[in-house]
Nanobody, 125 residues
Framework: QVQLVESGGGLVQAGESLRLSCAASGRTFRFLAMGWFRQTPGKERELVAAHKSGDTTYYAASVKGRFTISRDNAKNTLSLQMNSLKPEDTGVYYC???????????????????WGQGTQVTVSS
């Protein structure tokens, strides 16, 4: 079992920055592929960034160049630095863990095994 707890959401203006954190406990964190998903009303959760072993990362086209995902295996934490925020970045952000060993990233929410409770990010124009 893995427990995930997100923090760091809030209300900011367009152009500002936020840093989300996800604290993990339970199963060995460093072996897990981790992702940040975003959900807006009426839409499916969208993978915005992911990180797996070998320091391999993935970014959705909409956030590439503005968001940076990182992890600290010693502290069992996953972070998402979000810069130059836009109103369309608004949503609930979820931290998720993929327990399956894969060559490629898992992009669908159904492929992730553990989820945090989510943290709201609101970007005003």
């Amino acid at each position: 079992q893995v427990q995930l707890v997100e923090s760091g959401g809030g209300l900011v203006q367009a152009g500002e920055s936020l840093r989300l954190s996800c604290a993990a406990s339970g199963r060995t964190f460093r072996f897990l592929a981790m992702g940040w998903f975003r959900q807006t009303p009426g839409k499916e959760r969208e993978l915005v960034a992911a990180h797996k072993s070998g320091d391999t990362t993935y970014y959705a086209a909409s956030v590439k160049g503005r968001f940076t995902i990182s992890r600290d295996n010693a502290k069992n934490t996953l972070s998402l630095q979000m810069n130059s925020l836009k109103p369309e970045d608004t949503g609930v952000y979820y931290c998720a863990a993929d327990a399956m060993s894969r060559i490629a990233f898992a992009y669908s929410p159904s492929e992730y095994d553990y989820w945090g409770q989510g943290t709201q990010v609101t970007v005003s124009s």
